[in-house]
Structure formats: structure tokens, C-alpha cells
């Protein structure tokens, strides 16, 4: 049998890739080399919902951050993903930083961006009094906002799969046949004999997406894995601050900020480093150390914080300063999504819709309503939680019963999370879904307890269905 | 439901101050214990040691649970476990405790509040121990559930990062579930427990202790833990060692989230809640015990300084009025000294439990005095203690009745003329 469409890459963007072509009258399958969605550049970024002011102007990823941060916020809203609207204040440390506010205010507007604020000295301490010494001004962008950014792919694939896309986890792309007279293509995978033919393929295959385009056989571009190490502190930490604290960007990275997170954690990050390994997500002892050094600089009451966690993601830059997104005969190339790619992921797949639409698939909406908008556990802490709530408690005593106490993620979240549409994996994927374990005391406490209540639903679910986990 | 005292917490501390306050002629005492199973961390501890100072014999660490548990509900003290403390306010008049569980959200307002909420080993990431994340890598807390409480067996080599006792106590557990030890290593000079336990491990398990070492970066093979690199510090000497277990142990820091979140001063040093001689924080009516105001003592240590405050808790209830007009003041430690417990000096009469202050030690030191002074002025010198990491230091408060009430901090130093 022939698909329409095979997307390679269930992160970010090819969740939303499949997301939105199933909205229409098509068969897609989503391949996905890892055991769970979302888990390569998508599960390590910042976790911020830009407004793209600070984009390079009238490239495609202005564009698409633009028109992506809109969408995402609404859809966020929809389905309860958490989002903290914190702004974001841009901090000036020297007076040459200063003089080049006037140009990113600049900037901002150049690509749409009309709410950037200019601020003064005392306003930048007025705003946030716990920073440092030494901020001469600042510039306020008050729609910046964080995200949750695992529930982000969950949602996406959640609601593909509810449609009919057909999710094929552990399965890697090894080759590429094109078909005769150019009507699709044959794909090798490693996950069993039977290639995977389609009419339409996209490779939104992140940081493989350079190795997969020359299986097309193209050759635009290579990845160079940029690798950014980020420190998470405690949530003692987060009274310290109220929005993101932003650099002044160089032309090299935008630099190291600290952010709230919506789980209620600061955030400091990312350093940047171009590595040759495509898998090493190693954090450093020079990345931490610097990173320590720019949080107690940035904002000095960290020093007495604890550190809940540190890990390390890879950017999946290129180049090429933009997005690399263009359709070479059945083929869409979506590569080169950078820090910018979570923001702009429902943006990218209505324009790759329309890129594959040009190339002459049928873009029929399906009759009917489709599938409910999914709706998602809230992991945030700017709303409730359910272990805050009596109703939700009294009708179900399992969100009564906490098992991760840092987290405060209850017995009802981990039960719910492990029969779900897109059940984890492994512990790594139940911590996305619930944040269990993702505390202060990694696991000291609840790690025991945690891992016995996955190993008995995973077994459960290998006695029912073969060990179809997540399809 | 009408409560006098509230209890944050099961374990040894929590438990033996509910029996007391209970034997004190307190009505109603109610144990919050956010576990499904009372008796603190104690419940995962295989081996025996347990219950000398407190209850005078020897039990193993399950045992020890069970028989506080067992006392504490023979008392008439209320014990709820899976019941989490979710919210402390403490800023008005009253108390209020916000307690989550199964039975849905309840707001309590008791007379007074014992938090003996326990400590933790900090963990790898909070250690900012370098390199990849894989499974395999845990603390002694999380072992010691695994292995004792849910019976699982762990094979391959480990390797302990840490050579207090708690880290010898890690290297048993791990050996009784079927690993095999490697080594322990710590970045002091030498090991930080008994001659007699190290040498015990030494001969039975082979187990040596590497010295002026530290793990400096963790590698994973396939999401499993494969090899960690460790660093001699005194040649800068790097070598990978194999393993499939990390245990970090000790490094402890206190469970003090719930204190902090209520606004309770906390003590730089301890990094717990300050306390005067009596548990009392610098919220009235909130009383703190057990290894959260000295993380970590033994569980039998935890447990009288839980019955000390019971009966401070026990004057504060019978008289109110007289409660806040002391003055406090504060005793401050010098490096390398870490912290000393209790920290503020309240001049009336109390002394801290078992007549004595604990303190710590960053730095190994020779037989060294201890001495204590007050602007200036010298009031006492200690006999000689042996400065260990990791180990207690006590320090006898025979001197509290020469404190000035109005003077400055009480400062504790390493005595000059050693």
C-alpha cells in the first residue's frame, strides 16, 4: 500500500506537519527514529514563545515566527498547554549594548513587531529589583512569553494520531528510492523489511535532516549542531525574577538568559558551541561553570539556590542564516529550524501544506468535524494544578495521592499519562507527560515508587497488545 | 477538625515528638506524613544501628519504624500518611495548614506546628557533575528503596561517590543486591566513617577508597550508564572507570521547602530553619526538629531533638504571653566550620537538646578546641574534638549562662592557640 504523505521526524515540526495534513482527505504516516515524539531539539530548548522581533527581517522564519507565535498561543489555550505571559526585558550592561537598543527596537518593527518599549535605568531595576549591579537601560517586549514545550509535540502527534495519521515510532529512514515517472518515493527503514512508499515525502528530520535531504538527492546544505547547555535551579529560585532577562544579542547567539519557566523553575542558558557529534548532548564542566558564573552575574541571589537540573540541546542550524524550507518535486525540505522552531511549528506546517499542495496533492478538507482538539495535562504553575483541586479530588481520590513531591504530580497524573493516546516509553517520556521526578531531589524520593507504577503499566500493556507501545 | 499540634512529618523526629506531646497531656496531635508508610527514612535502611540513644537497644532500620509508628498510634496521636502539608501560612494571628490527600483538601488551624520534614542527599545534577545524562545514576535514598523496599536487584559494578557513613551504608546495599562494588571516592584526603566500618567493608567486599577524587564527567551508552571519568585532584590525573551504577551519597541538604514557602528565617549555615534553644523559628507558634535543622544526623539524634521540642512546644502552649519577649541571639560559625545547631540563644533558662550544640566541619583538623565568644570576649573553650566532614562535632553549652541577652552574635571559631 501507498501513503500520501510520509513525514520523517516527529519533533516539533513534523508533529505539526502531520497535525495539519490531517485535516484533510489524505493517508499519512509520521516516522520517528526515536521511542517517543519530541525528544530530540524539541525537548531541550529554552521553552520560550517568541514574538520574533529580534528575527532577521523579511527572511521566511520572520514570517513564520510572526505568524506561528499567534497560532501556537491559541492553540496553546485550546488544548490547556501552559503558558506563562512574562514579557521579556532586554538588559543593556554597557553603554555600547545601550546605543544599540534604537536598532533592535528597529528590527522589531521591521519585522511586525510594534510593542517593543524602550526602558530606563531605574526601570529595568523597577521591574526586575533582584538583578545585578550594572544595567545602564533596557527595552521591554511585553508579549515574549514561556511555554511548556514537551506537551507541545504530545498535543500535535496526539491529534494526528486521533485523525487517522499513523505513528511509527523506532523507525528510521535508511535510504530513498524515487519511483518511476516521479510519482513518490520508496523509503528503507530499519525497523522491518517493507519499505514505506509514498506520493509525498517532507523531511523534518531536525538534526539528520542534511543526511536525509541527499537521500533525496539534494545537496543544499549541512547541519552544524550548535550545542547549548542550560541550568535549571530550584523553584526557591523563581520569586527572583518576573519575566525572561534577555542579552543584547550578538550576530553569533542571542546569548545567555534567564528565564521563568512555566513549571516554576529559573532557566539559564544557552551557551553555544559547535560540536561534530550529532548525539552528544554532554553538558561541560566550562558550560556549567560559565553558566553559573552568568546567573550569579545576571541575577546574584542564585548563588544561594540550589541546581535541579543541567542538560544540553543541539540547535540544528545550518549555513544558511534562514530556514531551509523548499519542495523539490514531491519532496519538502523542512531544515535549518533553529531555537525559533517551536514558536513557529504551526506556521511551518500550514506553509508546508501549501508547498506540497503546489506539487499537486489534494488538499480535500475531510467532511465531518474530526477529531476534539486534545486537551492536555496542565503542567504549569501559573494555573491549578490538579492536587489544588477539591472537585477534581473528590471525584477522583488519585489526584489526591501525591507521589512526586517536589513536583507535587499526583497518582491520577502518572495513571492518566500511562493510558494515554501516546503512553511513554520509558521514565524519560512519563517525566514529559507528568513531571514526575523532574524535582528537586531527582527521584531521591519518588523514584522508586515512580518506576514501579510505569513497570507495571508497561507490563500491562505488553500483556494486552503485544508491547505495542505508542504504536 | 480542631487541632493543637500539628506534625510535618513521620520519621524519627516527627514520631517521637508526637508521643511526647501526647504524654504531656496534649489533646489533640495530628501527624501528616506525605508517605504511604510512616517512619521516615529509616523504613529503607536494611541494616541495624538503629534506636540506641532514643530507645535504647539496637533495631534494624524497619524495625525502628515500626516501633515509633507503633508507639506514637498507642499514644492517641492522630497519624494520616499519603497526606502532604501543601501550604504553610503563618503570617497572621493564626496558623493555617493546607493538608492534600486522597480524602480531598483540608484547611486546618492549629496552636502550633512541629516541621520535621527530613533532608535530602543532593543529587548529581545539583552536585553540576558534568557530562551525559543516562539511567544508573542515583542517590543513596533512591537505592535504599529500590534494593530494601521493592526487592530489586541491581548487577554490574557501582561506584560511591561520597565515604561518610551513609556512603558505606550505600556500598552494603549495593552489594546486597548483587552489585559489585568498584569503589568509593571522595574529594577529602581520607574517609569519613569508622576505622571499623571501612576496614569491615575493606575485608568483605574489597572495597577500597579512593582519596582526592572526584567523578568529573558521566558517559552513557544507549541511555545506560557506561563509564564515569574520575579525577585524581592532587596529580590531575583522569581515568575512565567502567560502571553501571553511580550512587551519590550524603552531601546532605534539608527538606526546607515548606518552611521557606511560610516565610520561616532560614539559618545560612544549616540551611534549614534558624532555631533558638527551644526549636522555635522565627515564626511563633512554628517549632522545627530532626535533620531539618542538622542534616544529617543519626536517626536516634533526629528523634530526641524531636522530644526536646515537644516539651518546648508544651510551655509555649501553656503560656502564650510570655513566648516573644526574649531577645535572640544568634551563633554564627567560622570556616571551617560549616553550621552549628541550634543557632540563636535564648536566655532563659533552655538548654538545646541533649545539652549539647552539634556542629559541622568542612575541612578535616587535627584534635582541635573549640572557642566561643561574644564581642570580644572569650566565654568558653571546648576540650579537644576531632574535626571530621561529615561527622558530628559537639560542643557542651555549660557556657549559655555567661551570654550577654543584649551583646552581639556568638561567634564559633577553631581556638588560635591549638
Not at chain 1, 496542565?378 to 488519585?398: F, S
Request: aromatic residues 4%; neutral net charge; glycine residues 10%.
Amino acid at each position: 500500500m501507498s501513503w500520501d504523505v510520509a513525514i520523517i521526524g516527529g519533533g516539533v515540526v513534523g508533529t505539526a506537519i502531520a497535525r495539519e495534513l490531517a485535516r484533510y482527505q489524505l493517508r499519512c504516516v509520521l516516522l520517528e527514529a526515536a521511542d517517543d515524539v519530541g525528544t530530540g531539539t524539541s525537548k531541550a530548548n529554552t521553552a520560550i514563545l517568541h514574538t520574533g522581533f529580534d528575527a532577521g527581517p523579511g527572511t521566511l522564519e520572520s514570517r513564520l515566527v510572526t505568524r506561528g507565535s499567534s497560532l501556537l498561543r491559541e492553540y496553546a489555550q485550546e488544548t490547556g498547554i501552559a503558558v506563562e505571559p512574562t514579557g521579556a526585558l532586554l538588559v543593556a550592561w554597557t553603554p555600547e549594548q545601550a546605543s544599540s537598543l534604537d536598532a533592535i527596537v528597529e528590527k522589531a518593527r521591521a519585522n511586525g513587531y510594534l510593542g517593543a518599549v524602550p526602558v530606563s535605568e531605574s526601570g529595568v531595576y523597577e521591574r526586575e529589583p533582584h538583578l545585578g549591579p550594572g544595567a545602564v537601560a533596557g527595552l521591554w517586549i511585553p508579549d515574549e512569553a514561556v511555554i511548556d514545550p514537551w506537551s507541545v509535540s504530545l498535543a500535535f502527534a496526539t491529534e494526528a494520531v486521533r485523525a487517522g495519521v499513523a505513528l511509527r515510532l523506532r523507525t528510521r529512514v535508511s535510504g530513498v528510492a524515487v519511483l518511476g515517472g516521479g510519482e513518490g518515493f520508496e523509503l528503507a527503514v530499519d525497523s522491518g523489511p517493507e519499505p514505506v512508499r509514498c506520493r509525498f515525502a517532507v523531511n523534518a528530520a531536525g538534526l539528520a535532516s542534511d543526511q536525509v535531504d541527499r537521500m533525496f538527492g539534494c545537496d543544499g546544505f549541512s547541519i552544524q549542531p550548535r550545542k547549548g547547555e542550560l541550568i535549571v535551579f530550584d523553584k526557591l529560585a523563581r520569586p527572583l525574577l518576573s519575566s525572561i532577562i534577555l542579552p543584547v544579542p550578538t550576530p553569533r547567539t542571542k546569548g545567555v538568559l534567564v528565564a521563568p519557566t512555566v513549571f516554576g523553575n529559573v532557566l539559564v542558558g544557552p551557551t553555544a558551541e559547535d560540536v561534530a557529534d550529532r548525539s552528544d548532548l554532554s553538558t561541560s564542566a566550562a558550560g556549567l561553570a560559565a553558566l553559573v558564573a552568568a546567573g550569579r552575574q545576571i541575577l546574584p541571589s542564585l548563588e544561594q539556590e540550589e541546581v535541579t537540573a543541567t542538560y544540553a540541546g543541539l540547535r540544528a542550524a545550518t549555513e544558511h542564516r534562514d530556514y531551509q524550507v523548499s519542495r523539490h518535486g514531491r519532496y519538502a525540505r523542512v531544515a535549518g529550524i533553529r531555537s525559533t522552531g517551536l514558536t513557529a511549528s504551526l506556521a511551518i506546517a500550514e506553509h508546508v501544506a501549501g508547498l506540497l499542495e503546489e506539487a499537486g496533492l489534494a488538499l480535500k478538507p475531510r467532511t465531518g468535524d474530526g477529531p476534539a482538539r486534545p486537551r492536555m495535562p496542565y503542567l504549569g504553575e501559573a494555573g491549578p494544578r490538579p492536587y489544588q483541586l477539591a472537585e477534581r479530588i473528590a471525584a477522583d481520590p488519585a489526584y489526591g495521592e501525591i507521589a512526586c513531591h517536589c513536583e507535587r504530580v499526583t497518582k491520577g497524573e502518572i495513571r492518566d499519562a500511562l493510558a494515554s493516546d501516546l503512553p511513554p516509553a520509558g521514565l524519560d517520556g512519563l517525566r514529559r507527560r507528568t513531571r514526575a521526578m523532574n524535582g528537586r531531589c531527582q527521584a531521591f524520593f519518588c523514584g522508586a515508587e515512580v518506576s514501579a507504577m510505569f513497570s507495571r503499566a508497561d507490563a500491562g500493556l505488553r500483556a494486552e497488545g503485544g508491547g505495542q507501545r505508542g504504536h | 477538625m480542631v487541632t493543637d499540634v500539628l506534625v510535618v512529618g513521620a520519621g524519627p523526629a516527627g514520631l517521637t515528638a508526637a508521643i511526647e506531646l501526647r504524654r504531656l497531656g496534649v489533646e489533640r496531635v495530628l501527624v501528616a506524613e506525605r508517605e504511604e508508610q510512616p517512619g521516615g527514612i529509616p523504613r529503607h535502611s536494611g541494616h541495624t544501628g538503629y534506636g540506641l540513644r532514643d530507645r535504647h537497644r539496637l533495631l534494624s532500620g524497619p524495625a525502628y519504624a515500626r516501633t515509633l509508628t507503633d508507639a506514637a498510634r498507642q499514644s492517641g496521636a492522630e497519624l494520616r500518611t499519603g497526606c502532604t502539608v501543601s501550604d504553610l501560612q503563618a503570617g497572621g494571628e493564626s496558623l493555617t495548614a493546607i493538608l492534600t490527600s486522597q480524602a480531598g483538601i483540608e484547611e486546618i488551624r492549629p496552636s502550633a506546628v512541629l516541621l520535621a520534614t527530613g533532608c535530602r542527599e543532593r543529587p548529581r545534577s545539583a552536585r553540576l557533575v558534568p557530562g551525559d545524562r543516562p539511567a544508573g545514576v542515583l542517590t543513596t535514598g533512591e537505592l535504599q528503596q529500590r534494593v530494601y523496599s521493592r526487592g530489586e536487584r541491581l548487577a554490574g559494578r557501582a561506584l560511591v561517590v561520597g565515604a561518610e557513613h551513609v556512603s558505606f551504608s550505600a556500598a552494603v546495599t549495593l552489594a546486597h543486591a548483587g552489585a559489585r562494588v568498584v569503589a568509593l571516592l571522595t574529594e577529602h584526603e581520607r574517609q569519613q566513617s569508622y576505622a571499623a566500618f571501612r576496614l569491615g567493608a575493606a575485608l568483605r567486599w574489597r572495597v577500597p577508597v579512593w582519596t582526592k577524587s572526584a567523578v568529573t564527567r558521566v558517559t552513557g551508552v544507549a541511555g545506560r550508564l557506561g563509564s564515569v571519568e574520575v579525577t585524581d585532584r592532587r596529580s590531575g590525573q583522569v581515568r575512565t572507570v567502567d560502571c553501571d551504577w553511580l550512587v551519590f551519597t550524603a552531601d546532605w541538604i534539608p527538606d526546607h521547602e515548606l518552611a521557606r514557602s511560610a516565610g520561616i528565617a532560614i539559618d545560612p549555615g544549616t540551611r534549614g530553619p534558624a532555631i533558638d534553644l527551644g526549636m522555635a523559628t522565627s515564626v511563633p507558634g512554628v517549632f522545627a526538629a530532626g535533620n531539618l535543622i542538622h542534616a544529617a544526623e543519626t536517626a536516634d539524634v533526629a528523634a530526641l531533638s524531636g522530644r526536646h521540642a515537644a516539651r518546648r512546644i508544651c510551655s509555649f502552649l501553656t503560656a502564650l504571653a510570655a513566648a516573644d519577649a526574649l531577645s535572640r541571639v544568634p551563633i554564627i560559625t567560622e570556616p571551617p566550620l560549616r553550621w552549628i545547631s541550634p543557632n540563636i540563644v535564648t536566655a532563659d533558662g533552655t538548654t538545646p537538646p541533649r545539652d549539647r550544640f552539634v556542629l559541622r566541619t568542612d575541612e578535616f583538623r587535627r584534635p582541635t578546641r573549640l572557642m566561643v565568644s561574644q564581642d570580644g570576649k572569650i566565654l568558653a573553650r571546648s576540650r579537644s574534638l576531632r574535626c571530621i566532614p561529615g561527622r558530628p562535632l559537639h560542643l557542651p553549652a555549660s557556657w549559655l549562662t555567661t551570654v550577654d541577652p543584649e551583646g552581639g552574635a556568638i561567634h564559633i571559631t577553631i581556638d588560635p592557640a591549638n
